[in-house]
């Protein structure tokens, strides 16, 4: 389970300091399917960013499972990135070199996994987001919505609970988003993996089982 | 997986990369041939030093080279020349005895340096037979002496003409002789030129009472590059109470700190140029880096940790110093390989020049490892010296800042 308890940020850009969470108080709960949602510029993003250990509040704690996620030095940070969650960028996230499979693979080398198990997850978790053909692939040789897929396989690489994704469907056409909705509501469903994504998109509220509303900063509703 | 990325992280800018590497494939080739043909010509060098009078080393009584009197003589033995000669690097070896005379004409007298020597020995170091311009090289017997051209305008004597020679013999024997001069030489040594004299060993024995003695033993070898090593196997064999080995290191010094002068501005050459490559180099390497920081940013926000970047730009900087060496490593060394059995001839006025102060008119290159490993050393230094910057502005990265970059 994740506190979020009383979180601040504010940027001091040129002098003058933008409140960019503003006292959020909020908990998730493990296995939750929840979209963030809210007009540019309201925070979604630097929530995400510090609810994912990429930067640090003003003020306020996150607890998972009960640990303060940022009483951690910054190497021990990224370990625990890697280890416990994953990520989906808006686009080209992938490592251009490395081919669809490696893009996977290379999280478990990260984490020192023998080469026999990574080869085989990393083909299970493409066919399990329904590229298992493109294995082969580079990035650059797949289309947005099948990229997007390598990247939530390799997000769910090191077998995280938590995959935090920042607007994923924000450039992909609504065939491609749909089934990256489907994948994303199996895994959740499957293997009781939380998923927080920041969106613009209609269609992922219309699948989200909770929305967060934010505003300036602040958390103005929250339906289920 | 990491060097693969490395690997991989090259080619994506394929002209960046090819322009990078033959950067320093043509620094490393310039350098080693420049390196090879120093190298080559200081060889040229000793061998001219050497084959002019001084020998490649000098066997003598020990002491002799501190106080070289006509008392320090030494008997020429068989079996010391036998242990000289078992040495496999050792191309021949003959004895000398040198001292020093007055030379007098009816009307005129000077200072003369006296060699007897092995004519055939000496003829196959120095091949001094052909520098005879006048009358006959020595034979083994002769009683008669050949003497340099300078001496003999000085003199203003020639072939047939008679020399007395007035100096102090063996001993404090007195030494006064008339010879007839069977021969004139054109030294190419001006200062031996205008003073020396060469006889025949048992000629010169004779004249200062010192039979069957001799003051060095002057050896030629097949290897010039391996005299050092052969002078330390002579001193094991040859009786160190008795006797010294010297090199040609150790008999002309000013020659070693000539030499090492002149590399030591070769290699100041070369450093200037590496640097020059190294600017190239280094914003070749901050600009692959600088491009990629929203990618680091990604790699850092999924777990990969710092250090493990930092060895992947390391990587990548060796790789391209590593294709770039090897690459002029295997054109340059058959180059060199090539060049140092067909030295460049050297023609027309230059290499008369040359020719006249006893030199081969020939540009000589030296292959050797010894070259080419400081290279490959100094390379893998710039690229790592090029890469500690872009691995301090990859540590300064922001990850949030640079995703959203
Ligand atoms: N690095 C920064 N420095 C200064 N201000 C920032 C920085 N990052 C974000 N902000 C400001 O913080 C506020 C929240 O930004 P954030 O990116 O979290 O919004 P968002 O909801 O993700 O918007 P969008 O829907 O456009 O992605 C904005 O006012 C933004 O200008
Ligand atoms: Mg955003």
Redesign the pocket.
């Given at each position: 389970m994740i506190e979020i308890k009383n979180l601040v940020k504010t940027?001091n850009?040129d002098t003058i300091p933008?409140k960019?969470l503003d006292h959020v108080d909020l908990k998730i709960e493990e296995g939750e399917f929840t979209a963030v949602v809210?007009p540019?510029?309201?925070?979604?993003?630097?929530f995400l960013n510090i609810l994912g250990g990429l930067d640090t509040p003003t003020d306020g704690t996150i607890l998972i499972d009960g640990t303060d996620l940022h009483n951690r030095s910054s190497a021990d940070m990224i370990t625990y990135r890697r280890d416990h969650i994953g990520f989906v960028f808006q686009d080209y996230s992938l490592m251009p070199v490395l081919t669809a499979e490696e893009n996977v693979e290379f999280i478990m080398e990260l984490q020192g996994r023998p080469k026999a198990e990574r080869a085989a997850r990393s083909k299970e978790l493409l066919a399990a987001v329904g590229i298992g053909d493109k294995g082969k692939q580079f990035p650059t040789k797949l289309s947005g919505g099948q990229q997007q897929r390598v990247a939530v396989a390799r997000a769910l690489a090191s077998k995280p609970k938590l995959i935090l994704a920042d607007e994923p469907t924000a450039n992909l056409d609504s065939k491609s988003t749909s089934d990256l909705l489907d994948i994303m509501r199996q895994l959740n469903e499957k293997e009781n993996i939380t998923f927080v994504i920041?969106t613009?998109d209609q269609r992922v509220m219309d699948r989200a089982k909770r929305v967060i509303q934010f505003d300036d900063g602040k958390i103005i509703d929250t339906k289920i | 997986m990491i060097t693969k990325i490395a690997w991989r992280n090259l080619w994506r800018n394929k002209r960046r990369t090819i322009t990078s590497i033959s950067s320093i494939f043509f620094a490393v080739i310039l350098a080693i041939l420049m390196r090879s043909l120093q190298e080559g010509s200081y060889g040229q060098m000793i061998d001219t030093a050497a084959r002019f009078y001084m020998g490649y080393a000098q066997v003598h009584q020990k002491g002799f080279w501190e106080d070289k009197s006509i008392n320090n003589l030494m008997t020429d033995s068989q079996e010391t020349r036998n242990k000289i000669l078992s040495d496999k690097n050792i191309k021949g070896a003959f004895g000398r005895l040198e001292t020093y005379a007055m030379a007098a004409t009816d009307t005129l007298t000077k200072g003369v340096m006296i060699v007897g020597t092995e004519p055939e020995g000496e003829d196959q170091l120095s091949h001094l037979s052909q520098k005879v311009t006048k009358g006959q090289y020595l034979t083994s017997d002769s009683k008669d002496i050949i003497i340099g051209e300078g001496l003999a305008n000085y003199l203003g004597i020639t072939v047939n003409d008679t020399l007395a020679l007035l100096g102090q013999g063996y001993h404090g024997a007195s030494a006064a002789e008339l010879y007839r001069i069977q021969g004139v030489l054109k030294h190419p040594n001006p200062q031996m030129n205008n003073q020396v004299i060469y006889m025949a060993l048992p000629t010169v024995q004779y004249f200062v009472t010192a039979p069957n003695m001799i003051n060095a033993y002057i050896l030629d070898v097949h290897d010039n590059r391996k005299v050092d090593q052969t002078v330390s196997e002579l001193k094991g064999k040859l009786d160190l109470d008795n006797y010294e080995v010297m090199s040609w290191s150790e008999l002309s010094p000013e020659m070693v700190t000539l030499i090492n002068t002149d590399r030591e501005g070769g290699k100041i050459m070369i450093y200037i140029l590496y640097v020059v490559i190294a600017f190239g180099i280094f914003s070749t390497i901050l600009m692959m880096t600088i491009e990629r920081e929203r990618e680091f940013g990604i790699l850092t926000a999924v777990g990969m940790v710092r250090r493990k970047i930092y060895s992947m730009l390391l990587q990548e900087a060796l790789f391209i110093g590593l294709i770039g060496v090897v690459t002029s490593i295997l054109v340059g060394f058959p180059v060199l390989l090539y060049m140092e059995n067909h030295p460049i001839l050297i023609e027309g006025a230059k290499g008369e020049a040359m020719a006249k102060m006893g030199m081969e008119p020939i540009l000589r290159f030296t292959a050797s490892i010894d070259i080419i490993w400081p290279q490959a050393l100094l390379m893998a230094l710039i690229m790592i010296v090029c890469t500690i910057y872009p691995i301090i502005h990859v540590a300064r990265i922001k990850t949030v800042?640079a995703i959203h970059s």
């Open positions: 940027y850009a933008v960019a809210g540019s510029g309201c925070g979604k993003t630097t920041a613009h | 800042e």
